[in-house]
């Protein structure tokens, strides 16, 4: 079965400052990843996701994230955080044909320094 | 965009009675659905893969009997939490597939239930 571990259970940065959550997964086989990001009390907004092709995916809200096969690695990476950016953030990893056994990491929850 | 709704948003009950969630595909239709758990501070856990027309896969460890699920149409799914206790005060949040693929997966806005 797939695991997901995300390293870093709390991060703070600065406003302004560029930021990188780190995801790495376990499995045989290439697998789905996504990254979600989750506000206090909201659901879950995907970010982006990465199935096959270019190993540097782009998402929403300035985020991209790339895929290290050799690393097991999808990490998640911004330029420039904002203060809007405060939330849990969430790696996961779909695994079988269709991405059926979907499992989540733990969460990285990231404050923001004004 | 894809939408999925649940209902209610937040629900307080007393200990001892059943409460229904409700999760809503608006504007696809689905026929698998999926039902999270999140406790404060953690990750979601699945709970249940619902099956339009068939029974719910429960994960080990959720009481089938005690999270009851249908999903009698292709744009609803319920969970009904019988005989609430504190101990089943927790986020629940819903997902649905749009196709066969995680591709196509969204998530309801999520569902607090407290019980008391």
């Known amino acids: 079965a797939q695991s997901v571990t995300q390293p870093d259970i709390h991060i703070t940065v600065s406003e302004g400052a560029s930021l990188e959550l780190r995801c790495n997964y376990s499995y045989g086989a290439t697998p789905y990843l996504f990254w979600y990001v989750q506000s206090p009390g909201q659901g879950l907004q995907l970010l982006l996701k990465?199935?096959?092709?270019?190993?540097l995916v782009q998402g929403i809200k300035g985020f991209e994230a790339e895929f290290k096969r050799s690393q097991s690695s999808f990490n998640l990476r911004k330029p420039s955080v904002h203060w809007s950016d405060a939330a849990e953030y969430f790696c996961a990893v779909g695994a079988g044909n269709y991405g059926q056994n979907f499992v989540f990491g733990p969460g990285t929850r990231l404050s923001v320094l004004p | 965009g894809a939408v999925v709704s649940q209902h209610p948003s937040w629900v307080i009950c007393k200990s001892g009675t059943s409460v229904k969630i409700e999760c809503r595909s608006l504007d696809f239709q689905a026929t698998t659905m999926f039902w999270y758990r999140q406790f404060p501070k953690q990750s979601l856990m699945l709970m249940a893969t619902?099956?339009?027309?068939?029974?719910?896969?429960?994960e080990q460890g959720v009481e089938k009997d005690k999270f009851l699920i249908n999903h009698a149409s292709l744009t609803l799914s319920t969970l009904t939490v019988t005989s609430a206790h504190p101990e089943d005060s927790s986020f629940y949040i819903c997902?649905?597939?749009?196709?066969?693929?995680?591709?196509?997966?969204?998530f309801g806005p999520g569902t607090r239930l407290t019980v008391l």
């Open positions: 997902s649905a597939l749009r196709g066969a693929s995680y591709n196509e997966q969204f």
């Open positions: 619902s099956n339009e027309g068939s029974k719910a896969t429960y």
């Open positions: 990465y199935f096959s092709g270019d190993t």
